[in-house]
């Protein structure tokens, strides 16, 4: 009777064990664009505090990805983005720990374009399947294990028109459905069954073109909704039938990229070209109450990530600046130490990519200054980007690795 009771807990223990590895793998995944919360925030703890002159330890270089600025979604050990073979639109799976290639698919045609050729979005891998949105405005989900093609479906047969740049939305798994952004007549907004590409609603009440940004998922006074954006307008959908909730303007100019930020029962945005930013209240009967707009932050292209209630990014003209998330003020700004770029935030500290040099500088995430600790320039740089082209795809911390991209060629670093 003792030797069962000693061996059944031997097994308790394994069995918990196995738990809190899967439990822990969950929550250093990265399994669609921006991460877990799509808020550019890495749940990774314990990384390296500096980084040697040369830059933390490189575990792997894979050389073939192609063109673009796809980003990847890691999980379970797989890295999986975007990139162009064959004059193909490529979905590639690699290794995460060791950068082997386990698979290719072939999407369709490559977006072209004089900023770069090829795909813009990141992957969404949930299960057994992944889905991805081609720079051509073709949605695909494929399985994970080989890349074999499920379903297609494209924006052109949901009414939707390419965008300038072509589509660059990061699609969003949500329960049983894939949301997606084709714009135009038939609803800005789409949901489709995620096993069967069928449509299950499209956005009737909103038909603004398709312009640059993700969807973010959010709960507003305890209610789930979809909080997208476009050029001009701000709004959030019913996530079971596309309804209209709310609707605000926003004045954005030439091309509006970065995915809205909630806080609480807040929604901020921000948006290059002079736009600005601006933060509203969405009021318990869907009104809108609006908390400020101004000029302090003009973040681009490489996004904002939110700390409490401070925020970090990159502001056109001003720099690398924190900024008071309540009230809109600028807390502290830095214009010579960094050129423009995007972000990620991990354990407490920024990872700022420069999209000119392509070196990554580690902050802390700080609201007295700016505070460096290490900086590094991957080597070697990329030969293939177009001239107008820049280190434009975000970093990703992921399973205790740094992942980065520079067109064909993907990095991984240890930060443990």
Known sequence: MKKRKIMHAGWLVLLLSHWTMEMACAETSWPQWRGAHRDGISSEVGITETWPEAGPERLWLYKNAGKGYSGPAVVNGQYVTMGTRNNSTTLLCLDAATGEESWSTSLGD???????????????VEAER???????GVLVCTSISDGSIRWKVSMSDLGGSQPNWGYTESVLIDGSQIVVTPGGGDGTVAALDKMSGKLLWQSADITDKAHYSSIVPASIHGKMQYIQRTEKSIFGLHPKTGALLWKTDFPGRTAVIPTPVVYGNQVYVTAGYGAGCKAI???ANNEVKELYANRNMKNHHGGVVR?????FGYSDGVGWMCQNLIDGSEVWSERKALGKGAVTMVDGKLICLDENKGSVTLLEASTEGFRQRSQFTPAPQSEIRASRGKVWTHPVVAEGRLYLRDQDLIYCYTLK
């Not at 490559?110 to 992957?123: A, E, F, K, M, V």
Request: charged share 15%.
């Open 110 to 124: 490559i977006l072209g374009n004089s900023w770069g050729d090829g795909p813009r979005g990141t992957p969404a």
């Open 130 to 136: 992944v889905y991805a949105l081609t720079g051509e």
């Open 281 to 283: 209240e969405i009021l």
């Open 307 to 311: 700390m409490g209630t401070h925020l």
